[in-house]
């Protein structure tokens, strides 16, 4: 079983949809977790960062993260054809230095 | 402030080769991070450096080998290339010292083909 189990898609949505994006995890002792944007043959671009559970929200992004289930979220709201990239989760112990990557999600957004 | 930057962009190299990937860190940072990207896959832990030492390392062999120098720019070295090493590699700095700062920024890569 791998650390960090995330859908690769493809998704595609029409352009103003909301987007849930979401990975799971085994180790319990995770507790920063990142979603990051890769565009196609670039380098990932960090979005969004958040300590232990909760919700997080920056614009039209919305991370969410419930321990319990050891479930992470991202939604998009009013997804633009500009959000059409990869979407990976990545996770951390809070005393390790490696972090885990899910193995990402392409998403279209459709005009 | 300057981001990640990593050269070359591209390489090919044959198999049983060795290469040399380079990484300047984002202004500030003192920590890097290499990964290891094929195609279709998330990134995968190669090894960190922090204060010029190795930090934690993956999965990988020992034919994969490192160096941080002194401003904080790094290397990654890949002795007896195979095919299978063919992915983007990238690099991430980040600041240790816990918490948000510890956050990774990752350069665009460097993508190596092995023939």
């Known amino acids: 079983q791998k650390e960090v189990e995330q859908d690769p898609g493809p998704l595609s949505v029409p352009e103003g949809a909301i987007v849930s994006l979401n990975c799971t995890y085994s180790n319990s002792a995770f507790q920063y977790f990142m979603w990051y944007r890769q565009y196609s043959r670039k380098g990932p671009e960090l979005l969004m960062y958040t300590y232990s559970s909760g919700n997080k929200e920056d614009g039209r992004f919305t991370a969410q993260v419930d321990k319990s289930s050891k479930y992470i979220s991202l939604f998009i709201r009013d997804s633009q054809p500009s959000d059409s990239a990869t979407y990976l989760c990545a996770m951390r112990e809070n005393t390790g230095n490696q972090f885990y990557f899910g193995t990402g999600t392409s998403l279209t957004v459709i005009p | 402030e300057t981001g990640v930057t990593q050269s070359p962009t591209h390489l090919i190299k044959t198999r049983g080769q060795q290469v040399t990937l380079r990484c300047s860190s984002q202004?500030?940072?003192?920590?890097v991070s290499w990964y290891q990207q094929a195609l279709g896959q998330g990134p995968q832990f190669i090894f960190q450096?922090?204060?010029?030492?190795?930090?934690g390392r993956g999965n990988f062999p020992p034919r994969f080998s490192g160096l941080q120098f002194p401003n904080y720019s790094s290397e990654l070295n890949v002795n007896a290339l195979e095919l299978d090493d063919s992915a983007l590699y990238l690099c991430?700095?980040?600041?240790?010292?816990?918490?948000?700062?510890?956050?990774?920024?990752f350069g665009p890569g460097t993508r190596l083909t092995v023939l």
């Open positions: 450096y922090y204060r010029e030492e190795e930090n």
């Open positions: 991430a700095s980040s600041l240790a010292g816990g918490g948000a700062r510890d956050t990774q920024y």
């Open positions: 202004s500030g940072h003192n920590t």
